[in-house]
């Protein structure tokens, strides 16, 4: 059974950078998986950051791209988010999630093991 | 950006009652569709994906169709642990979008 568990600061300063890891059991990094992060602002809905392969592939939101970068440590087997000049709109939980690719060639591709989250806070 | 829709965005059902959910993307997707369940303070849970196939685990009861731009999540007899919120997402193109949610609420 694989598991994912995300683990950083709770709060970060305005201006700062958000820095969280998730680290990944029961599977390999290595795997023929997507690996992303989703947040969730407090009361709203999902949304989706980016995700990496083991390869150092990315994707990103282009609405949070000049801010993202996501990284891979495959000794480790895990992943990690960072994100630049936070502001109180960047309050949120943070999840972490595996892409499993159910078809290869096609885009059927789901979310099917999550992390907990974390609630990282944007304050001074 | 593909852009998801959900209605509605809230609705109330009794213990019993068939519930459907709508979600429109604003392009044509295909079957490019996955559907997820959050209870509070949850991470969200995988129901159905590929527009209709139903992930290992999930009860019957939870069906989904439709294709291109229009789908439908079906709960075909709600049970007092289906009270959550319900979550679209294309998986056609990224950037990966969900849609605003619906949270069904206990008449």
């Known amino acids: 059974q694989v598991q994912l568990q995300e683990s950083g600061p709770g709060l970060v300063k305005p201006s700062g950078t958000l820095s969280l890891t998730c680290a990944v059991s029961?599977?390999?990094?290595?795997?023929?998986?997507?690996w992303s992060w989703v947040r969730q602002p407090p009361g709203k809905g999902l949304e989706w950051i980016g995700e990496?392969?083991?390869?150092?592939?990315?994707n990103y939101n282009p609405s949070l791209k000049s801010r993202v970068t996501i990284s891979v440590d495959k000794s480790k087997n895990q992943f990690s988010l960072k994100l630049s000049s936070v502001t109180a709109a960047d309050t949120a939980v943070y999840y972490c999630?595996?892409?499993?690719?159910?078809?290869?060639?096609?885009?059927?591709?789901?979310?099917?093991?999550w992390g907990q989250g974390t609630l990282v806070t944007v304050s001074s | 950006d593909i852009q998801m829709t959900q209605s509605p965005s809230s609705l109330s059902a009794s213990v019993g009652d068939r519930v459907t959910i709508t979600c429109r993307a604003s392009?044509?997707?295909?079957?490019?569709l996955n559907w997820y369940q959050q209870k509070p303070g949850k991470a969200p849970k995988l129901l159905i994906y590929?527009?209709?196939s139903l992930q290992s685990g999930v009860p019957s009861r939870f069906s989904g169709s439709g294709s291109g731009t229009d789908f439908t999540l079906t709960i075909s007899s709600l049970q007092p642990e289906d009270f959550a919120t319900y979550y679209c997402?294309?998986?056609?193109?990224?950037?990966?979008?969900f849609g605003q949610g619906t949270r069904l609420e206990i008449k």
């Open positions: 029961g599977g390999s990094i290595s795997s023929s998986n997507w």
């Open positions: 392009q044509s997707i295909s079957s490019y």
């Open positions: 997402q294309q998986s056609y193109s990224t950037p990966r979008t």
């Open positions: 990496i392969y083991h390869s150092g592939s990315t």
């Open positions: 999630a595996r892409g499993e690719i159910a078809a290869a060639g096609t885009s059927t591709y789901y979310f099917d093991y």
């Open positions: 590929a527009a209709s």
